[in-house]
């Protein structure tokens, strides 16, 4: 069962105490990266939560706490200390990251011996997002590609800690909720006027094209279909006007196409935060994306190392969001 375990968990570190193995690592003495602590059938290829618990136990005594960010269970009766941390409507959230980031810092003032336990379902991404936010809150790291290289160290074999790039654009937005505006946040509402895609080569042959928004302002969807569709050979360019779309706080994204036999298929997504906007100037470009400012306009551009899941597929793509300042 180790084995399948260390398949299963790629390039992320294993810590060893007495009998228990765990996929588990100390990202900073206070701050620890784990897999989902799991249960029955699971426990074949994630950490067995018995393990989990014995080896805290045994390096912590009851000075840990738990910090879940996994949506599908709750385990209060079974942790002594644990807190739950997730936002339903997208994968990373400012303000939650900022409550997480005041609670730990609570956590750790009671007791000098105090340590955190960060987990999602693997133990990467989301939690490196969320430690990552810590380390910036604290002034551990004083950047965010500080925190993103000291993560990729400490949590995996190979550097690559936080890969999906709007988990990166959400720790360039914390570094700036940090750094820059002392950690006062106070979200603008901007209108989106234009969205500009252009896939190369079209493979799928894609015929139409729909993007799916999704706002934390609201908690609700806008679906945006029938788009232009410019040029369709080698490449596909798709374009359109919008008049009614209000975005503020963060938003997700979600593209999909139509293709012969009326198949949808998901080409990508991403979610980002108006924070690209209102201070297009302070967020660092290399993590987030490159903008155009004109007059009262900006222009987010997103190439394929900026963008979530896309198809393989798809060799380039270039996706141009443009938003007005009034």
């Not at 004083?142 to 800690?161: H, P, V, W």
């Not at 080409?267 to 660092?284: A, P, Q, R």
Request: include cysteine.
């Amino acid at each position: 069962m180790h084995f399948i375990r260390k398949l299963v968990s790629g390039n992320l570190g294993w810590s060893f105490n007495n009998k228990d193995s765990v996929c588990l690592s100390y990202i900073t003495p206070k701050l620890i990266a784990t897999s989902v602590p799991a249960t029955g059938i699971e426990t074949l290829w994630r950490n067995n939560r018995d393990s989990v618990k014995r080896f805290l136990e045994n390096a912590h005594d009851k000075s840990y706490k738990i910090y879940d960010l996994c949506i599908e269970r709750e385990e209060s009766e079974y942790w002594r200390n644990y807190g739950k941390c997730y936002n339903t409507i997208i994968d990373s959230n400012i303000v939650v990251n900022s409550k997480f980031c005041r609670d730990v810092s609570d956590w750790f003032s009671k007791n000098p011996k105090n340590v955190a336990v960060v987990h999602c379902k693997a133990g990467k991404g989301r939690t490196g997002t969320m430690i990552c936010s810590y380390l910036l809150f604290s002034h551990y790291s004083e950047s965010a590609i500080e925190a993103l290289s000291l993560y990729g160290e400490k949590r995996t074999s190979d550097g690559k800690g936080v890969t999906i790039p709007s988990q990166k654009r959400y720790v360039a937005y914390f570094d700036t909720v940090v750094n820059q505006l002392d950690c006062k946040i106070n979200f603008k509402a901007f209108r989106l006027t234009k969205v500009h895609i252009t896939i190369e080569p079209n493979k799928f042959g894609i015929e139409d094209m729909k993007l799916v928004i999704e706002s934390y302002r609201n908690e609700e969807f806008k679906i945006l279909d029938n788009f232009a569709l410019l040029k369709s050979e080698n490449s596909c360019i798709f374009d359109k006007d919008i008049q009614d779309v209000e975005l503020e706080n963060d938003v997700k994204l979600e593209f999909e196409g139509t293709i012969p036999g009326k198949k949808k298929i998901k080409l990508f997504k991403l979610y980002l935060n108006t924070l690209s906007i209102e201070h297009y100037d302070l967020v660092d470009s290399a993590l987030d994306c490159e903008k155009v400012v004109t007059n009262n306009q900006i222009e987010l551009v997103f190439n394929r190392s900026k963008l979530d899941y896309v198809s393989p597929k798809i060799n380039e793509i270039s996706l141009c969001l443009l938003f007005s300042f009034q």
